[in-house]
């Protein structure tokens, strides 16, 4: 008796509470919260189109710019761009200081900064233009061309930074790579995807041999070749460029080039030294990964790649690791070196070179 009472109690409970709650249609809804309902229905809410987040210039310490932004900051290693200045100034976002503000290196120079100055967030990392189309041209760090023979048509850009392959997409096997320089095949074989360093002193002919090997490579293989000058002199780099002109290695008629160069010479603020060897390599990996090529990347000068990393690093206010150099020597350098490899398409050998200083 007890136990029908009480549902039934429970029974009128309910029935009254449902006559209680009140009825509300769309059309008694506050206009915030009719836009609120009709946003969710949408598949997903539109996003800010990459590139609009702006920023002013407050500071310029010689080649470190700091950005402040109003609004959402910019990932690290975003490529910045300082709007109403010629010839165009990218920056690299390295720290979030706080305070909306950013720490930047600048790929080229300072000169006329004024703070207040408008800055783009250009919503990735540096891109360059790869391709065939970068086959006998000279580009600089942020892929813009230096040689005086117009823009480079192509639409095929990719990040200088990136990832590693993975490990699965690895190549295990070992195969020589044939230069054709008899005393290297004899004695001091290279490994096809491998790293080789050439050694030595100023003006003993490290240049000279990778002229011989990227002319050797392009005319019995067939093979491209990523030429990146790192930190060296701007009169080598043209000698060079002329060399491979005179030698049929780069047409300036058609489109037989084998050889893309790129330069940031010593002359470059540190920030474009310290990413030039990335733009190359960039340059070298579209043509393993999109056309399955055996690619030689030759790096003229890798300790001037360190070098320019150690400036960054002091302008930045990082304390120093031994001998002055960066913290992140290790990391900066294993992440290049990681990204030159072969894989199941194809393959970078990458020969670097290394010059000695007598003191």
Same mark, same amino acid.
């Given at each position: ?225 990523? /030429? ?58 579209? /043509? ?14 890798? /300790?001037? /790649? ?54």
């Amino acid at each position: 008796m007890l136990n029908a009472l009480s549902r039934a109690a429970i029974g009128a409970l309910k029935a009254g509470k449902s006559n209680l709650t009140p009825k509300i249609v769309q059309n008694e809804l506050p206009k915030a919260m009719v836009a609120t309902t009709s946003t969710s229905n949408n598949k997903a809410a539109v996003k800010p189109k990459a590139g609009t987040s702006q920023g002013r210039i407050v500071a310029v310490i010689g080649a470190v710019v700091d950005v402040q932004f109003d609004e959402e900051l910019p990932p690290i290693l975003n490529a910045l761009e300082v709007q109403n200045r010629s010839p165009r100034l990218v920056l690299e976002v390295a720290q979030h200081l706080g305070e909306n503000t950013v720490r930047t290196i600048a790929m080229d120079g300072t000169e006329g900064l004024v703070r207040g100055q408008e800055v783009l967030d250009c919503g990735s990392p540096i891109r360059i233009p790869v391709g065939a189309e970068t086959l006998g041209r000279i580009i600089n760090v942020i892929g813009e061309p230096i040689d005086e023979r117009g823009p480079i048509a192509t639409d095929k850009t990719a990040p200088i930074h990136a990832e590693a392959p993975p490990f699965v997409e690895m190549s295990v096997e070992q195969e020589i790579l044939v230069t054709g320089i008899k005393v290297v095949d004899l004695l001091a074989p290279y490994v096809k995807g491998g790293k080789i360093g050439l050694f030595g002193g100023a003006g003993v002919g490290k240049t000279v041999l990778i002229m011989e090997l990227i002319n050797n490579v392009a005319k019995a293989h067939g093979g491209y070749s990523v /030429f990146a000058g790192v930190g060296e002199r701007t009169r080598e780099g043209n000698d060079l460029y002329h060399e491979m002109i005179e030698s049929g290695v780069i047409s300036l008629k058609d489109k037989t080039s084998k050889v893309a160069l790129v330069y940031g010479q010593m002359n470059e603020p540190p920030g474009a030294r310290a990413r030039v060897a990335l733009t190359g390599l960039t340059v070298a990996e579209y /043509f393993r990964d999109q056309e399955g090529q055996d690619v030689l990347l030759f790096i003229d000068n890798i /300790f001037r /790649f360190t070098q320019a990393g150690s400036e960054v690093s002091a302008l930045l206010g990082r304390i120093p690791s031994a001998v002055g150099y960066q913290p992140t020597l290790a990391t900066d350098m294993g992440t290049m070196q990681e990204r030159i490899t072969t894989t199941s398409k194809g393959s970078i050998t990458s020969v670097q070179v290394k010059s000695f200083v007598c003191t």
